[in-house]
């Protein structure tokens, strides 16, 4: 018997804003859609992952040179509740680069200064995406987040504070990334090829990370710390030349861009763009219900995210003893997850609003709620396994390969509720998502002076239960249409 797809949507009824027509978002579009193969916004896609991917590689590489650049990094090992160093074969660990002598709470505000310049530029960067265009926004912060890594050694050589200041101006730079590209996004991504595009784009992140964390561990152990900065800046100036070369900020503008393709998305978002760039309905913006469903979900997640992307390298050498070596690629393996899920997620989401009709928040709340519910439980659990090196990092990795699914969830939301002004709305949603990266490595450090295994099932217990109230909330608040105040 055929499974009909009104009787799929029964099933997750409780989910739903109103199957009332003004609100429903189930009709299929009238016009053709141009294929994906070879078309400019897939190729918008690709180029932006490639840019993501240098944004996040610049980003932790950090977090696996600290474990390098310090002089007793692995002192606290000594502690019977800490597992014992893995003893293998490896060569000589190249040691030429100067050292330091940071404590903890030196290396927390080190690993959290970047947010407090990221902070800054969210809102800014979403008003002049959309006022000025964002090809060039997004190109120029991410190519000053590349110089400022390329100073990176010489900051840390004149002492914490310069590292402190260059991590900020890095921030700044790359501050402008996400509003910037959500607004390009507002621009081209027809409404039911948004998840599978978006996915795509912002993926780069996690591949960024899955590739950054092993290769900055190999440079550190052949080579020294400091060529982790000068290998990956010379990566992103690549980048900043393939931008600058074939990016348009809008199908009308693309030089290369097929009619068809140009007619099927202009066609697609003509209903859902306002008219006009000047204005901004800022008092709706900040009364709307919806927009602080994202932020508290964003929020909560970045919570859990920042924590274990700052400081999961320092976890595997400090509790579960690994070495440099091997300390990148274990630290990468729940990206690679996390990059897998997102990708899979947003063929599935996408597939659910297509074929079967399924009404757009309950697809986002739905995927909202496995990427924030799940990682939280394998979060606590990790923190039970002991010296189980197996299931601690089994367990991490499936925690934050969950969380990749929510990037179809509220990650991309602010584009379903108003398409011309998800740059802004990205850029507060950021700035709020952002705090969780300046304070939460700054209070985890401090709450695992010790670097015991109680004190760090603290900081799993906090990230999880802050990660389960940002999916509740939004499973409450969230919606999945656009907004009147959208299209006036």
């Not at 190519?143 to 590292?163: E, M, Q, R, S």
């Not at 070596?325 to 393996?333: D, I």
Request: hydrophobic share 45%; glycine share 8%.
């Amino acid at each position: 018997m055929r499974f009909k797809p009104y009787e799929f949507q029964h099933l997750i009824y409780f989910f739903s804003e109103s199957t009332h027509p003004k609100y429903t978002d189930r009709k299929r579009p009238p016009h053709t859609a141009s294929p994906a193969c070879c078309s400019s916004r897939y190729g918008l896609a690709f180029l932006s992952c490639y840019g993501f991917f240098v944004a996040y590689a610049l980003r932790v590489n950090l977090s696996v040179a600290m474990v390098d650049m310090l002089k007793n990094s692995s002192s606290a090992n000594n502690s019977s509740s800490v597992c014992p160093h893995h003893s293998i074969p490896v060569p000589k660990h190249n040691h030429t680069a100067s050292v330091y002598d940071w404590d903890s709470e030196t290396q927390g505000w080190i690993l959290g200064s970047f947010f407090y310049g990221y902070i800054l530029t969210q809102i800014p960067g979403g008003y002049f995406a959309r006022k000025y265009g964002a090809k060039w926004l997004f190109g120029i912060g991410i190519l000053c987040t590349v110089i400022f890594t390329l100073l990176t050694p010489v900051a840390a050589d004149l002492g914490a504070g310069y590292l402190i200041a260059v991590r900020v101006l890095e921030g700044i730079g790359e501050g402008v990334s996400y509003p910037a590209m959500h607004a390009m996004w507002a621009s081209w991504a027809p409404p039911l090829e948004r998840s599978r595009l978006l996915t795509i784009s912002y993926t780069g992140a996690q591949l960024g990370t899955v590739v950054a964390l092993p290769l900055s561990g190999q440079i550190c152990f052949y080579l020294d710390w400091t060529y982790v900065f000068y290998i990956f800046g010379a990566v992103g100036l690549l980048w900043f030349f393939l931008w600058s070369c074939f990016v348009s900020n809008s199908p009308s503008s693309h030089k290369r861009i097929t009619e068809a393709e140009k007619t099927y998305i202009m066609a697609s978002l003509k209903n859902e763009l306002s008219p006009t760039t000047d204005y901004i309905p800022w008092t709706s913006i900040l009364k709307s219900s919806p927009l602080w469903a994202i932020v508290v979900a964003h929020f909560s997640y970045n919570w859990t995210f920042y924590t274990l992307l700052t400081l999961l390298p320092t976890y595997m050498n400090d509790i579960l003893g690994f070495s440099i070596q091997q300390n990148g690629m274990l630290s990468a393996l729940p990206y690679l997850g996390c990059w897998l899920l997102a990708l899979l997620g947003g063929q599935l989401a996408d597939l659910l609003r297509e074929r079967y009709l399924i009404h757009t928040v309950n697809v986002r709340k739905a995927f909202t709620i496995v990427g924030m519910v799940g990682p939280a439980v394998f979060l606590v659990a990790a923190g039970y396994t002991g010296c189980n090196y197996v299931l601690a990092v089994a367990f991490l990795s499936i925690s934050s390969s969950l969380g990749g699914i929510s990037a179809s969830g509220f990650n991309i939301n602010h584009l379903d509720i108003a398409p011309s002004y998800a740059g802004i709305l990205l850029g507060i949603t950021n700035s709020f998502a952002t705090i969780p990266g300046m304070v939460g490595p700054v209070i985890a450090r401090s709450l695992t002076k010790s670097n015991t295994i109680p004190e760090w099932q603290i900081v799993f217990y906090i990230s999880a239960a802050i990660n389960i109230f940002g999916a509740v909330f939004f499973t409450i608040f969230g919606k999945g249409t656009v907004q009147p105040w959208a299209v006036q």
